[in-house]
């Protein structure tokens, strides 16, 4: 049995492969003689191919990585940079040797991954200092890193990215953070008030709202955490909290009276009897939440709608009627008058699955 690291445990090896593993410089340069092409990937299951360049850095086969780059092997693949490669399972050396001999540092693999990812997800963390010393910079590139790092709890990570100048509001949209969420609204979503603290005395910013308009005030509130929601309240401006502020923030909305009334008063959580939805919270009038989608401009009324997290009950200004939007699907229905809605809320909570 042969075992590929963290690729699989293997039977046996194409013959090529398994010289390259065994380091056996004149079979390769056999292979070569016949016509042996040194880029073209080589099947080793049903399905994974995998090409010896990457078969050499992932076993960490320094001697058969000098060979073939000395015969001219591609080092910046589009999908599969060698430097990326090298970053999740090499040290020191072959990670120099690589770019002394052309290997970009700021490449991305096929999933958007960069040099850091690609550390961090090998667990190669003493592969950073030398990564942003070859160019590509903690402080330009490490915020993507840092998000995941929050996520993980990984304080290890976090404290050398942030000593190191990684943007702590970092917010660029990914394929699992599309609401372009700060590390901080990540460690509000997983009720971790440690590392909110953490992240705040490091300098992060309670007011950087997701795509969404969610801050980390209004996460908490969302969670239901009320020792989190108090303490991002505390440390937010005084005006985010006053309703006449509020007020003249949503005159643009056209609110109806009797909506306002609603939302300034002490029943906001209801009981949905025959309802898949079994429950609804509402936000306070000064917590609900202005969204913009596309051009539309919504605002959130809902704080939570049982388990089905992915729904929200908004206004719609532009038809002034209560409406669902379905953030994963990102559908915008509207319900009806809000005095209607009100006095049927199950069977209208129903109608949004019908």
């Not at 092409?37 to 086969?61: D, F, K, R, V, W």
């Not at 590139?141 to 702590?168: E, H, M, P, S, W």
């Amino acid at each position: 049995m042969i075992k590929i690291k963290d690729i699989g445990n293997f039977e046996s090896l194409p013959q090529i492969l398994s010289d390259v593993i065994a380091e056996n410089i004149s079979a390769l340069e056999n292979h070569l003689a016949k016509g042996w092409n040194i880029n073209e990937e080589i099947n080793i299951s049903t399905y994974i191919n995998i090409s010896p360049l990457a078969i050499a850095l992932i076993m960490g086969c320094f001697q058969s990585v000098k060979w073939l780059v000395e015969k001219g092997v591609k080092l910046n693949d589009r999908d599969n940079p060698a430097f990326l490669i090298a970053a999740r399972y090499c040290d020191e050396p072959i990670l120099r040797y690589l770019v002394s001999h052309g290997a970009k540092v700021n490449g991305v693999n096929r999933v958007g991954a960069d040099a850091f990812e690609a550390a961090y997800y090998g667990k190669k963390y003493e592969n950073f200092t030398i990564i942003d010393e070859l160019g590509h910079t903690v402080k330009q590139y490490g915020g993507n890193v840092l998000r995941t790092a929050v996520a993980d709890g990984n304080y290890q990570v976090i404290d050398f990215l942030i000593k190191n100048g990684a943007d702590i509001n970092y917010s660029k949209a990914d394929m699992v953070y599309s609401m372009q969420s700060t590390p901080l609204c990540v460690a509000a979503r997983q009720t971790d008030l440690a590392m909110c603290q953490y992240l705040v005395e490091h300098g992060a910013d309670v007011t950087l709202t997701e795509k969404d308009g969610m801050r980390p005030y209004s996460i908490a509130l969302e969670k239901g955490d009320t020792e989190m929601a108090a303490y991002f309240k505390s440390l937010e401006p005084a005006e985010f909290h006053q309703i006449q502020n509020k007020l003249d923030e949503l005159k643009p909305y056209k609110l109806p009276k009797s909506l306002v009334a609603f939302l300034q008063g002490n029943q906001l959580h209801f009981e949905l009897k025959d309802c898949a939805f079994k429950s609804i919270d509402f936000f306070s009038l000064v917590d609900t939440i202005p969204m913009k989608i596309g051009r539309q401009s919504l605002l959130r009324l809902s704080q939570s709608t049982g388990d089905f997290t992915h729904i929200y009950i908004v206004w719609n200004p532009k038809t002034k009627q209560v409406a669902s939007y379905d953030m994963e699907h990102e559908e915008l229905r509207d319900i009806g008058k809000f005095e209607d809605f009100i006095k049927e809320m199950p069977m209208y909570m129903n109608n949004i699955l019908n």
